[in-house]
């Protein structure tokens, strides 16, 4: 009679729970968790005229320490559609990636260009499905066969449907601007100035969101990504010698090198004898 | 206590001009013990590639024993070593599914493309990717490693004064932190050569 062994099958995607055990563990004996990578942030999103435009700052954050002065916060889903992602920045990184890749071979299945309600709608039943645990405050925006839409997704999956949106630790910061300023039917350059007058609200006055501001305006006729639109922060504290250290300054106890590519010596000789 | 302060880690990886350098402390301690003075904390996981892990010293050799099995299982299907940015974007996959059961590591990635160019990137310990043009770093050190890296760092340097920058802003940093230290590994990689020096610290 065998003795039946636990059969490992390679995981098929997903959550894996395997540590979970152990990491409770050393949490009841007094070790406290890590901090995640945290996006503090202001997102913003805006219908105007002609489309949608959205803006973030650049700001990521490790508790309180600035781990990233320069993160791009406006995630690709479609070509036409574009999200902002606020809270844990694993998670609004892989859900925005997982989206992605959905709404391509929905694309492909279908053969049409992909709507704003299906990312929507498979962004909120993945956030609800984890109850939100998977910590990603998100506004989407797109303009589609039906028109420009906005949307605000909070983490435990209700969304809410919106002329103007913002999300994130700056967004009353940002909602301020936003209600004083907004009106319908905004131009181009109208809807750019008060997207960017948002985040630089929130840049100047939370505390979890700083740095650039990044700007995406998407319309009918395609989007424009304008990584770093304004940088109202500029590095104003570099020495202008720097620190010149000599060659050996270091004390070094062993040194190893070794070789990647292979040298090829050529010798002269006497030409082989052939018989 | 933290989980990640239990055995005390600091990493460094900076890019150069055609290179790069990543550096690590080498002390293993449990709590304010120390156990080991030659730990090793950075892996090569292909000539031009490196990865440094901090953090819980048992989740560093899994992991790193995870990668080596996947770029090995990598190299036997597509006939070729595996380039750094997809490297990092499986580091931060393994790392995402264990999201609700983190393993306690966080990695700092780097490496050369084949045009030369240098790459660096650390991840947190689920897995958000952080890309960077300048300078990584992770560990219990790392609040005084951003401080010396930001001050001391130059872009364009060459493998000589890159050793000697980041070096410094090591054995800086590990200095103000007392469960790190203990000596220091660096490595400086560039197209034709790979320098390695281990460097003479305070023993404290």
């Known amino acids: 009679m065998t003795k039946s062994s636990v059969i490992q099958v390679p995981p098929k995607g997903g959550f894996s729970f395997d540590l979970s055990r152990r990491n409770a563990m050393l949490q009841q004996q007094g070790a406290k968790l890590p901090k995640y990578r945290k996006t503090g942030t202001t997102i913003v999103g805006l219908v105007y005229k002609d489309g949608v435009i959205l803006g973030a700052d650049t700001r990521a954050t490790e508790g309180e320490i600035v781990c990233d002065k320069n993160c791009e916060k406006i995630h690709y889903l479609a070509p036409n559609i574009y999200c902002c992602g606020a809270g844990t920045a694993a998670d609004t990184e892989n859900v925005t990636d997982m989206v992605s890749s959905q709404l391509a071979l929905h694309r492909y299945a279908t053969g049409r260009d992909s709507r704003v309600v299906t990312a929507l709608t498979m962004?909120?039943?993945?956030?609800?499905?984890?109850?939100?645990?998977?910590?990603?405050?998100?506004?989407?925006?797109?303009?589609?066969?039906?028109?420009?839409?906005?949307?605000?997704?909070?983490?435990?999956?209700?969304?809410?449907?919106?002329?103007f949106a913002t999300m994130g630790s700056g967004s009353l910061a940002a909602m301020s601007v936003f209600e004083s300023r907004y009106k319908e039917n905004l131009t181009r350059e109208e809807g750019m100035e008060i997207v960017s007058a948002a985040i630089c609200a929130g840049i100047f006055n939370d505390l979890g969101s700083g740095s650039n501001v990044d700007l995406c305006i998407i319309t009918k006729e395609g989007k424009e990504y304008l990584r770093n639109y304004q940088q109202p922060n500029p590095r104003s504290y570099t020495r202008s010698k720097g620190y010149d250290f000599m060659n050996g300054y270091t004390a070094v106890l062993s040194t190893q090198i070794r070789q990647l590519r292979q040298h090829v010596q050529v010798l002269e000789g006497d030409r082989m004898d052939e018989e | 206590m933290s989980i990640t302060s239990y055995n005390g880690s600091a990493l460094i990886a900076m890019v150069g001009k055609n290179c790069f350098a990543i550096a690590s402390d080498r002390r293993l301690g449990v709590n304010f013990?120390?156990?080991?003075?030659?730990?090793?904390?950075?892996?090569?996981?292909?000539?031009?590639?490196?990865?440094?892990?901090?953090?819980?010293?048992?989740?560093?050799?899994?992991?790193?024993?995870?990668?080596?099995?996947?770029?090995?299982?990598?190299?036997?299907?597509?006939?070729?070593?595996?380039?750094?940015?997809?490297?990092?974007?499986?580091?931060?996959?393994?790392?995402?599914?264990?999201?609700?059961?983190?393993?306690?590591?966080e990695p700092i990635i780097a490496g050369l493309n084949d045009d030369g160019t240098?790459?660096?990137?650390?991840?947190?310990?689920?897995?958000?990717?952080?890309?960077?043009?300048?300078?990584?770093?992770?560990?219990?050190?790392?609040?005084?490693?951003?401080?010396?890296?930001?001050?001391?760092?130059?872009?364009?340097?060459?493998?000589?004064?890159?050793?000697?920058?980041?070096?410094?802003?090591?054995?800086?940093?590990?200095?103000?932190?007392?469960?790190?230290?203990?000596?220091?590994?660096?490595?400086?990689?560039?197209?034709?050569?790979?320098?390695?020096?281990?460097?003479?610290?305070?023993?404290?």
Not at chain 1, 130 to 138: E, M
Not at chain 2, 168 to 180: E, F, K, P, Y
């Open chain 1, 123 to 163: 962004i909120k039943t993945h956030l609800f499905r984890y109850q939100g645990h998977v910590s990603a405050a998100l506004v989407l925006g797109g303009v589609d066969v039906t028109g420009p839409h906005l949307h605000a997704i909070y983490p435990h999956g209700s969304t809410d449907t919106l002329p």
């Open chain 2, 33 to 105: 013990q120390t156990i080991a003075c030659d730990f090793q904390r950075i892996f090569k996981i292909h000539d031009k590639l490196y990865i440094g892990l901090s953090g819980l010293a048992t989740d560093v050799q899994t992991m790193h024993q995870r990668l080596q099995f996947r770029h090995k299982l990598y190299q036997l299907r597509e006939e070729r070593n595996m380039r750094p940015e997809t490297f990092a974007s499986l580091v931060s996959a393994i790392l995402y599914e264990k999201r609700f059961g983190p393993y306690f590591c």
């Open chain 2, 118 to 204: 240098p790459f660096i990137c650390t991840t947190d310990l689920i897995g958000a990717k952080q890309l960077a043009k300048d300078f990584v770093v992770s560990g219990t050190a790392s609040e005084s490693l951003y401080g010396a890296c930001e001050s001391m760092y130059k872009p364009d340097l060459g493998p000589d004064e890159l050793f000697e920058v980041i070096s410094q802003a090591l054995l800086a940093s590990v200095d103000r932190d007392c469960i790190s230290g203990w000596g220091g590994i660096v490595h400086v990689v560039t197209p034709d050569q790979v320098i390695t020096k281990t460097l003479k610290g305070r023993m404290d």
